[in-house]
């Protein structure tokens, strides 16, 4: 399995930015993408995911300003991150779950900084 993160930089608050992931390497169906990312010092969280069928969920801190999408021929997903606060400043990890046995895969990890 590989999954390849693209998208991170340095952006000024008000920003935007668009973080993508292509997996490959899976030969059972995924289930589920997503983006989680962690701060110094604080736990790895949860941005966003998308099913399979379509179904988002998002964390309420970056609702209305985030938008994940997918592209199921591509095995690819896409975060579209608006409005850009410092605190959004952090590593973005790519997560895919796939299979019956719902296994999971993590990138390595792109960084984000916004700057005030």
């Known amino acids: 399995v590989q999954l390849v993160e693209s998208g991170g930089g340095l952006v000024q608050a008000g920003g935007s930015l668009r973080l993508s992931c292509a997996a490959s390497?899976?030969?059972?169906?995924?289930?589920?993408m997503g983006w989680y990312r962690q701060s110094p010092g604080k736990q790895r969280e949860l941005v966003a995911t998308i099913a399979i069928g379509g179904t988002t969920n998002y964390a309420d801190s970056v609702k209305g300003r985030f938008a994940i999408s997918g592209d199921k021929d591509k095995h690819t997903v896409y975060l579209q991150m608006n409005s850009l606060k410092p605190e959004d400043t952090a590593v973005y990890y790519c997560k895919v779950e796939y299979g019956p046995g719902r296994s999971d895969y993590w990138g390595q990890g792109t960084q984000v900084t916004v700057s005030s």
């Open positions: 390497g899976i030969i059972f169906s995924i289930n589920t």
